[in-house]
C-alpha cells in the first residue's frame, strides 16, 4: 500500500502539535511539526535583527542560508536551527507572532513546502499545520481540520505556558491568535481553510485524551 500521509490542518493553538504527536507515537508514525518550521525562520529574523514586514526581501535573500532539522532523541522530536536546540525558544510568543508574518512570504512557504513533501515520501507521517491538506499534502489518505474556539485555544495555550514556569497574558495570547488567525485566513498563497474532503474535528468540549483517541480512530480506518 504504501506509506501513509495523515494531514492535519487548523487555527492557532487548536493542538494540532500535541494531539498529532501524541497520535503519531502511539500509531508508530513519523510526527513532523511543520509549524516548528515556520517558527525557525521567525527566530533566525528575530536572532539576526530583520523586521519581517518591513524588510522581507532581506529575509528571502537569506533563505538559502538557514539551516533547520529535525531530530529524534528520548525525549521526542527536537528542532534544530544551524546546531541550536531551540525547541523551547520557539514557543514563545514573540516567535509565534513572527511565524504568522513569515508564513504569508511566498518563498518561505516555497522552500519549506519542498523540505516536507520529501519527508512525507519516506515514511507513515502525521504532518499538522495550517494548509496541509489543502496545499502541501493534497493526497493524503488522511485529512483532518481540528479546532477549537478562540476563547479555548487562547486558555490551553496559557495553560501550557504557564505550567513551563513561562509569565504570560491570557488577553494577549487571544489577541495574538486572532492576529494569527486573520492572517493566515487572508495570505495570498495557501490561506488557511478546511478541504472539502477533510474530517471537521472541533475540539472545545473534548478533552485532550478524547481528541487523540478520535485522530487515532480516523487514521485505523485507513488501515
Do not use: H, W
Not at 90 to 116: H, N, T, Y
Request: negative net charge; charged residues 30%.
Amino acid at each position: 500500500m504504501g506509506y501513509i500521509s495523515v494531514a492535519i490542518d487548523g487555527p492557532a493553538g487548536a493542538g494540532k502539535s500535541s494531539v498529532s504527536k501524541a497520535a503519531a507515537k502511539a500509531l508508530g508514525f513519523t510526527y513532523i511539526d511543520t509549524g516548528a518550521m515556520y517558527r525557525s525562520v521567525a527566530l533566525y529574523a528575530i536572532n539576526n535583527g530583520i523586521d519581517i514586514k518591513n524588510e522581507t526581501a532581506k529575509l528571502i535573500n537569506r533563505l538559502d542560508e538557514i539551516k533547520i532539522s529535525i531530530k529524534y532523541t528520548d525525549e521526542g522530536q527536537r528542532i534544530y536551527l544551524f546546531d541550536s536546540d531551540v525547541s523551547e525558544r520557539i514557543r514563545k510568543e514573540d516567535v509565534s507572532v513572527g511565524a504568522s508574518d513569515v508564513a504569508v512570504i511566498p518563498e518561505v512557504r516555497k522552500k519549506l513546502v519542498e523540505l516536507q513533501r520529501e519527508m512525507a515520501k519516506s515514511a507513515n507521517v502525521i504532518m499538522d499545520g495550517r494548509d496541509i491538506c489543502s496545499y502541501v499534502l493534497p493526497n493524503a489518505q488522511v485529512k483532518i481540520f481540528l479546532t477549537a474556539s478562540s476563547d479555548s485555544r487562547a486558555k490551553r495555550r496559557y495553560d501550557e505556558l504557564t505550567e513551563k514556569g513561562i509569565e504570560c497574558d491570557l488577553k494577549k495570547i487571544k489577541e495574538d491568535m486572532e492576529y494569527r488567525d486573520k492572517n493566515d485566513s487572508m495570505r495570498a498563497v495557501a490561506p488557511l481553510q478546511k478541504a472539502e474532503d477533510a474530517v471537521l474535528l472541533d475540539t472545545t468540549e473534548m478533552s485532550f485524551e478524547e481528541s487523540v483517541e478520535k485522530v487515532k480512530e480516523l487514521i485505523n480506518n485507513v488501515l
